[in-house]
Protein backbone atom coordinates (compact mmCIF):
# COMPACT_ATOMS: atom_id res chain seq x y z
CA UNK A 1 0.00 0.00 0.00
CA UNK A 2 2.74 2.42 0.52
CA UNK A 3 3.37 2.42 -3.54
CA UNK A 4 -0.08 3.99 -3.40
CA UNK A 5 0.25 6.47 -0.88
CA UNK A 6 3.83 7.85 -2.19
CA UNK A 7 1.62 8.01 -5.80
CA UNK A 8 -0.95 10.06 -4.48
CA UNK A 9 1.78 12.71 -3.78
CA UNK A 10 2.81 13.31 -6.90
CA UNK A 11 0.05 13.14 -9.35
CA UNK A 12 -4.27 12.97 -9.53
CA UNK A 13 -6.91 15.47 -9.81
CA UNK A 14 -8.20 18.26 -8.08
CA UNK A 15 -11.68 18.39 -9.41
CA UNK A 16 -13.86 21.81 -8.87
CA UNK A 17 -16.89 21.39 -6.85
CA UNK A 18 -19.29 22.61 -4.77
CA UNK A 19 -18.18 21.14 -1.61
CA UNK A 20 -14.71 22.78 -2.43
CA UNK A 21 -16.17 26.62 -2.68
CA UNK A 22 -18.51 26.09 0.44
CA UNK A 23 -15.13 25.13 2.13
CA UNK A 24 -14.16 28.13 0.89
CA UNK A 25 -16.81 29.99 2.89
CA UNK A 26 -15.15 28.93 5.65
CA UNK A 27 -11.67 28.56 5.39
CA UNK A 28 -11.19 31.94 3.77
CA UNK A 29 -13.00 33.60 5.93
CA UNK A 30 -12.78 32.32 9.33
CA UNK A 31 -9.17 32.23 10.51
CA UNK A 32 -7.56 30.84 13.66
CA UNK A 33 -7.87 32.36 16.87
CA UNK A 34 -11.51 34.03 15.75
CA UNK A 35 -13.35 33.06 18.47
CA UNK A 36 -17.21 32.04 18.19
CA UNK A 37 -19.92 34.01 19.07
CA UNK A 38 -23.59 33.54 19.97
CA UNK A 39 -25.84 34.58 16.87
CA UNK A 40 -29.57 33.69 16.41
CA UNK A 41 -32.17 34.07 13.77
CA UNK A 42 -35.42 34.35 14.21
CA UNK A 43 -38.39 31.88 14.18
CA UNK A 44 -39.33 32.27 10.17
CA UNK A 45 -35.28 32.00 9.85
CA UNK A 46 -34.67 29.08 12.01
CA UNK A 47 -33.25 25.39 11.64
CA UNK A 48 -36.96 24.36 10.85
CA UNK A 49 -37.22 26.30 8.43
CA UNK A 50 -33.83 25.02 6.62
CA UNK A 51 -31.44 28.24 7.67
CA UNK A 52 -28.22 27.94 9.95
CA UNK A 53 -26.15 30.84 11.24
CA UNK A 54 -22.81 30.86 12.59
CA UNK A 55 -20.70 34.13 13.63
CA UNK A 56 -16.72 34.59 14.57
CA UNK A 57 -15.10 37.28 16.09
CA UNK A 58 -11.59 38.55 15.36
CA UNK A 59 -10.19 39.62 18.70
CA UNK A 60 -7.69 41.36 17.10
CA UNK A 61 -9.92 44.01 15.56
CA UNK A 62 -13.44 43.18 16.86
CA UNK A 63 -14.79 42.19 12.46
CA UNK A 64 -17.50 39.65 12.82
CA UNK A 65 -17.71 37.13 9.88
CA UNK A 66 -21.70 35.24 9.79
CA UNK A 67 -22.01 32.13 8.18
CA UNK A 68 -25.61 31.35 6.69
CA UNK A 69 -26.21 28.01 4.80
CA UNK A 70 -30.27 27.77 3.95
CA UNK A 71 -30.86 24.08 3.13
CA UNK A 72 -34.46 24.64 1.75
CA UNK A 73 -34.94 24.92 -1.96
CA UNK A 74 -36.44 28.43 -1.54
CA UNK A 75 -34.59 31.70 -1.76
CA UNK A 76 -34.90 33.68 2.15
CA UNK A 77 -34.32 37.25 2.77
CA UNK A 78 -32.28 37.50 6.03
CA UNK A 79 -32.71 40.25 8.73
CA UNK A 80 -28.87 40.17 10.39
CA UNK A 81 -29.14 43.26 12.44
CA UNK A 82 -29.33 47.19 11.04
CA UNK A 83 -28.79 48.70 7.80
CA UNK A 84 -25.20 48.42 7.52
CA UNK A 85 -23.38 47.35 4.55
CA UNK A 86 -21.95 43.79 4.47
CA UNK A 87 -19.63 42.20 1.58
CA UNK A 88 -20.47 38.51 1.27
CA UNK A 89 -19.42 35.74 -0.82
CA UNK A 90 -22.36 33.67 -1.93
CA UNK A 91 -22.02 30.10 -2.96
CA UNK A 92 -24.99 28.28 -4.96
CA UNK A 93 -25.71 26.52 -8.28
CA UNK A 94 -25.32 29.40 -10.29
CA UNK A 95 -21.86 30.92 -8.69
CA UNK A 96 -18.66 30.30 -6.36
CA UNK A 97 -18.20 32.40 -4.25
CA UNK A 98 -19.85 35.53 -5.79
CA UNK A 99 -19.49 38.62 -4.45
CA UNK A 100 -22.23 40.95 -3.75
CA UNK A 101 -22.28 44.40 -1.23
CA UNK A 102 -25.87 43.67 0.78
CA UNK A 103 -26.97 45.84 3.85
CA UNK A 104 -27.61 43.16 6.95
CA UNK A 105 -31.05 44.04 7.77
CA UNK A 106 -32.16 42.53 4.11
CA UNK A 107 -29.74 39.77 3.15
CA UNK A 108 -30.44 37.66 0.37
CA UNK A 109 -29.82 34.01 0.77
CA UNK A 110 -30.70 31.93 -2.20
CA UNK A 111 -32.07 28.07 -2.09
CA UNK A 112 -29.60 25.65 -1.35
CA UNK A 113 -26.61 28.34 -0.76
CA UNK A 114 -23.76 29.38 1.65
CA UNK A 115 -23.12 32.73 2.76
CA UNK A 116 -20.48 34.51 4.28
CA UNK A 117 -21.15 37.83 5.64
CA UNK A 118 -18.61 40.12 6.60
CA UNK A 119 -18.80 43.60 8.72
Given amino acids: MGGQVESLQHDGEVRNSKLLWVLGNYSRFVRPGMLRVKCELSEEQSPENGVLVSAYKNPENGNLVYVLVNLSEEC ?44
Fill in 76 to 119: MDVCMGEDVKASTYTTDKDQNMGFKTQPMNAVILPARSVLTALQ
